[in-house]
């Protein structure tokens, strides 16, 4: 079986959704409750952020998914599908691959989005943070996949160095679709190929799978 796995936000669908921003608003409430994290040069990003709430104050979980959620439903108001999104999950499709997508997002989030873009019948398995234990770059999203695929040759496609790190992970080559190439470069992620239009994806697949199950 062949497999192509889809990160959501600013790889299939545009929005105004800011991490930066929820990391914030996570991190006021955070210490509001328990205090300052400790100064550091780089930003705490959202799933630290939920790892340190889950060792240090489990109660205040909810309240900080809470807030995440806001985020994500208000972003959805000026979602749009990215340019040749379609165009890549169905051409992957009609190519032979099995489809699933791989989402920090909430599965609410998530299933509203596609079922408007007409998307969501598009995809084998929805793999969001619903499902996984640690959110992306951790790679354990890939267990609820390997449970549902098997063995397989399969491919991630994403935006940003934490879908990067995710399929590296797994030892899962990565796309990356217009990144930040210093993000890229200071995390150490090396993509197998850099798309800037996603409707080329589905000839890449199979010039790379070379036809191979």
């Known amino acids: 079986m062949r497999l192509c796995v889809f990160d959501l936000d600013h790889t299939l669908v545009q929005s105004s959704l800011d991490l930066a921003a929820m990391a914030v608003d996570m991190r006021a409430r955070f210490e509001t409750d328990c205090g300052p994290l400790p100064a550091r040069a780089d930003r705490y990003r959202v799933g630290e952020l939920i790892a340190i709430c889950g060792r240090e104050a489990p109660a205040l979980l909810d309240?900080?998914?809470?807030?995440a959620l806001d985020h994500e439903e208000r972003a959805l108001g000026d979602a749009s599908l990215e340019p040749g999104a379609r165009a890549a999950v169905s051409g992957a499709r009609?190519?032979?691959?099995?489809?699933?997508?791989?989402?920090?997002?909430?599965?609410?989030?998530?299933?509203?989005?596609?079922?408007?873009?007409?998307l969501l019948d598009q995809f084998d398995l929805l793999v969001t943070r619903n499902d996984m234990a640690a959110l992306k770059p951790d790679p354990d999203g890939w267990r609820v996949i390997a449970e549902r695929f098997g063995a397989c040759s399969a491919v991630v496609v994403g935006d940003s160095w934490v879908d990067g790190l995710a399929a590296a992970?797994?030892?899962?080559?990565f796309v990356a679709y217009r990144p930040k190439v210093e993000e890229l470069a200071r995390w150490q992620v090396k993509p197998e190929t850099t798309l800037h239009d996603l409707a080329a994806l589905p000839a890449w697949l199979i010039t790379y799978f070379d036809g191979s199950a």
């Open 94 to 118: 009609a190519a032979g691959f099995a489809t699933a997508l791989w989402t920090n997002n909430a599965r609410s989030v998530t299933t509203e989005v596609l079922s408007r873009f007409g």
């Open 63 to 67: 309240t900080l998914w809470a807030i």
């Open 169 to 173: 992970a797994v030892g899962i080559p």
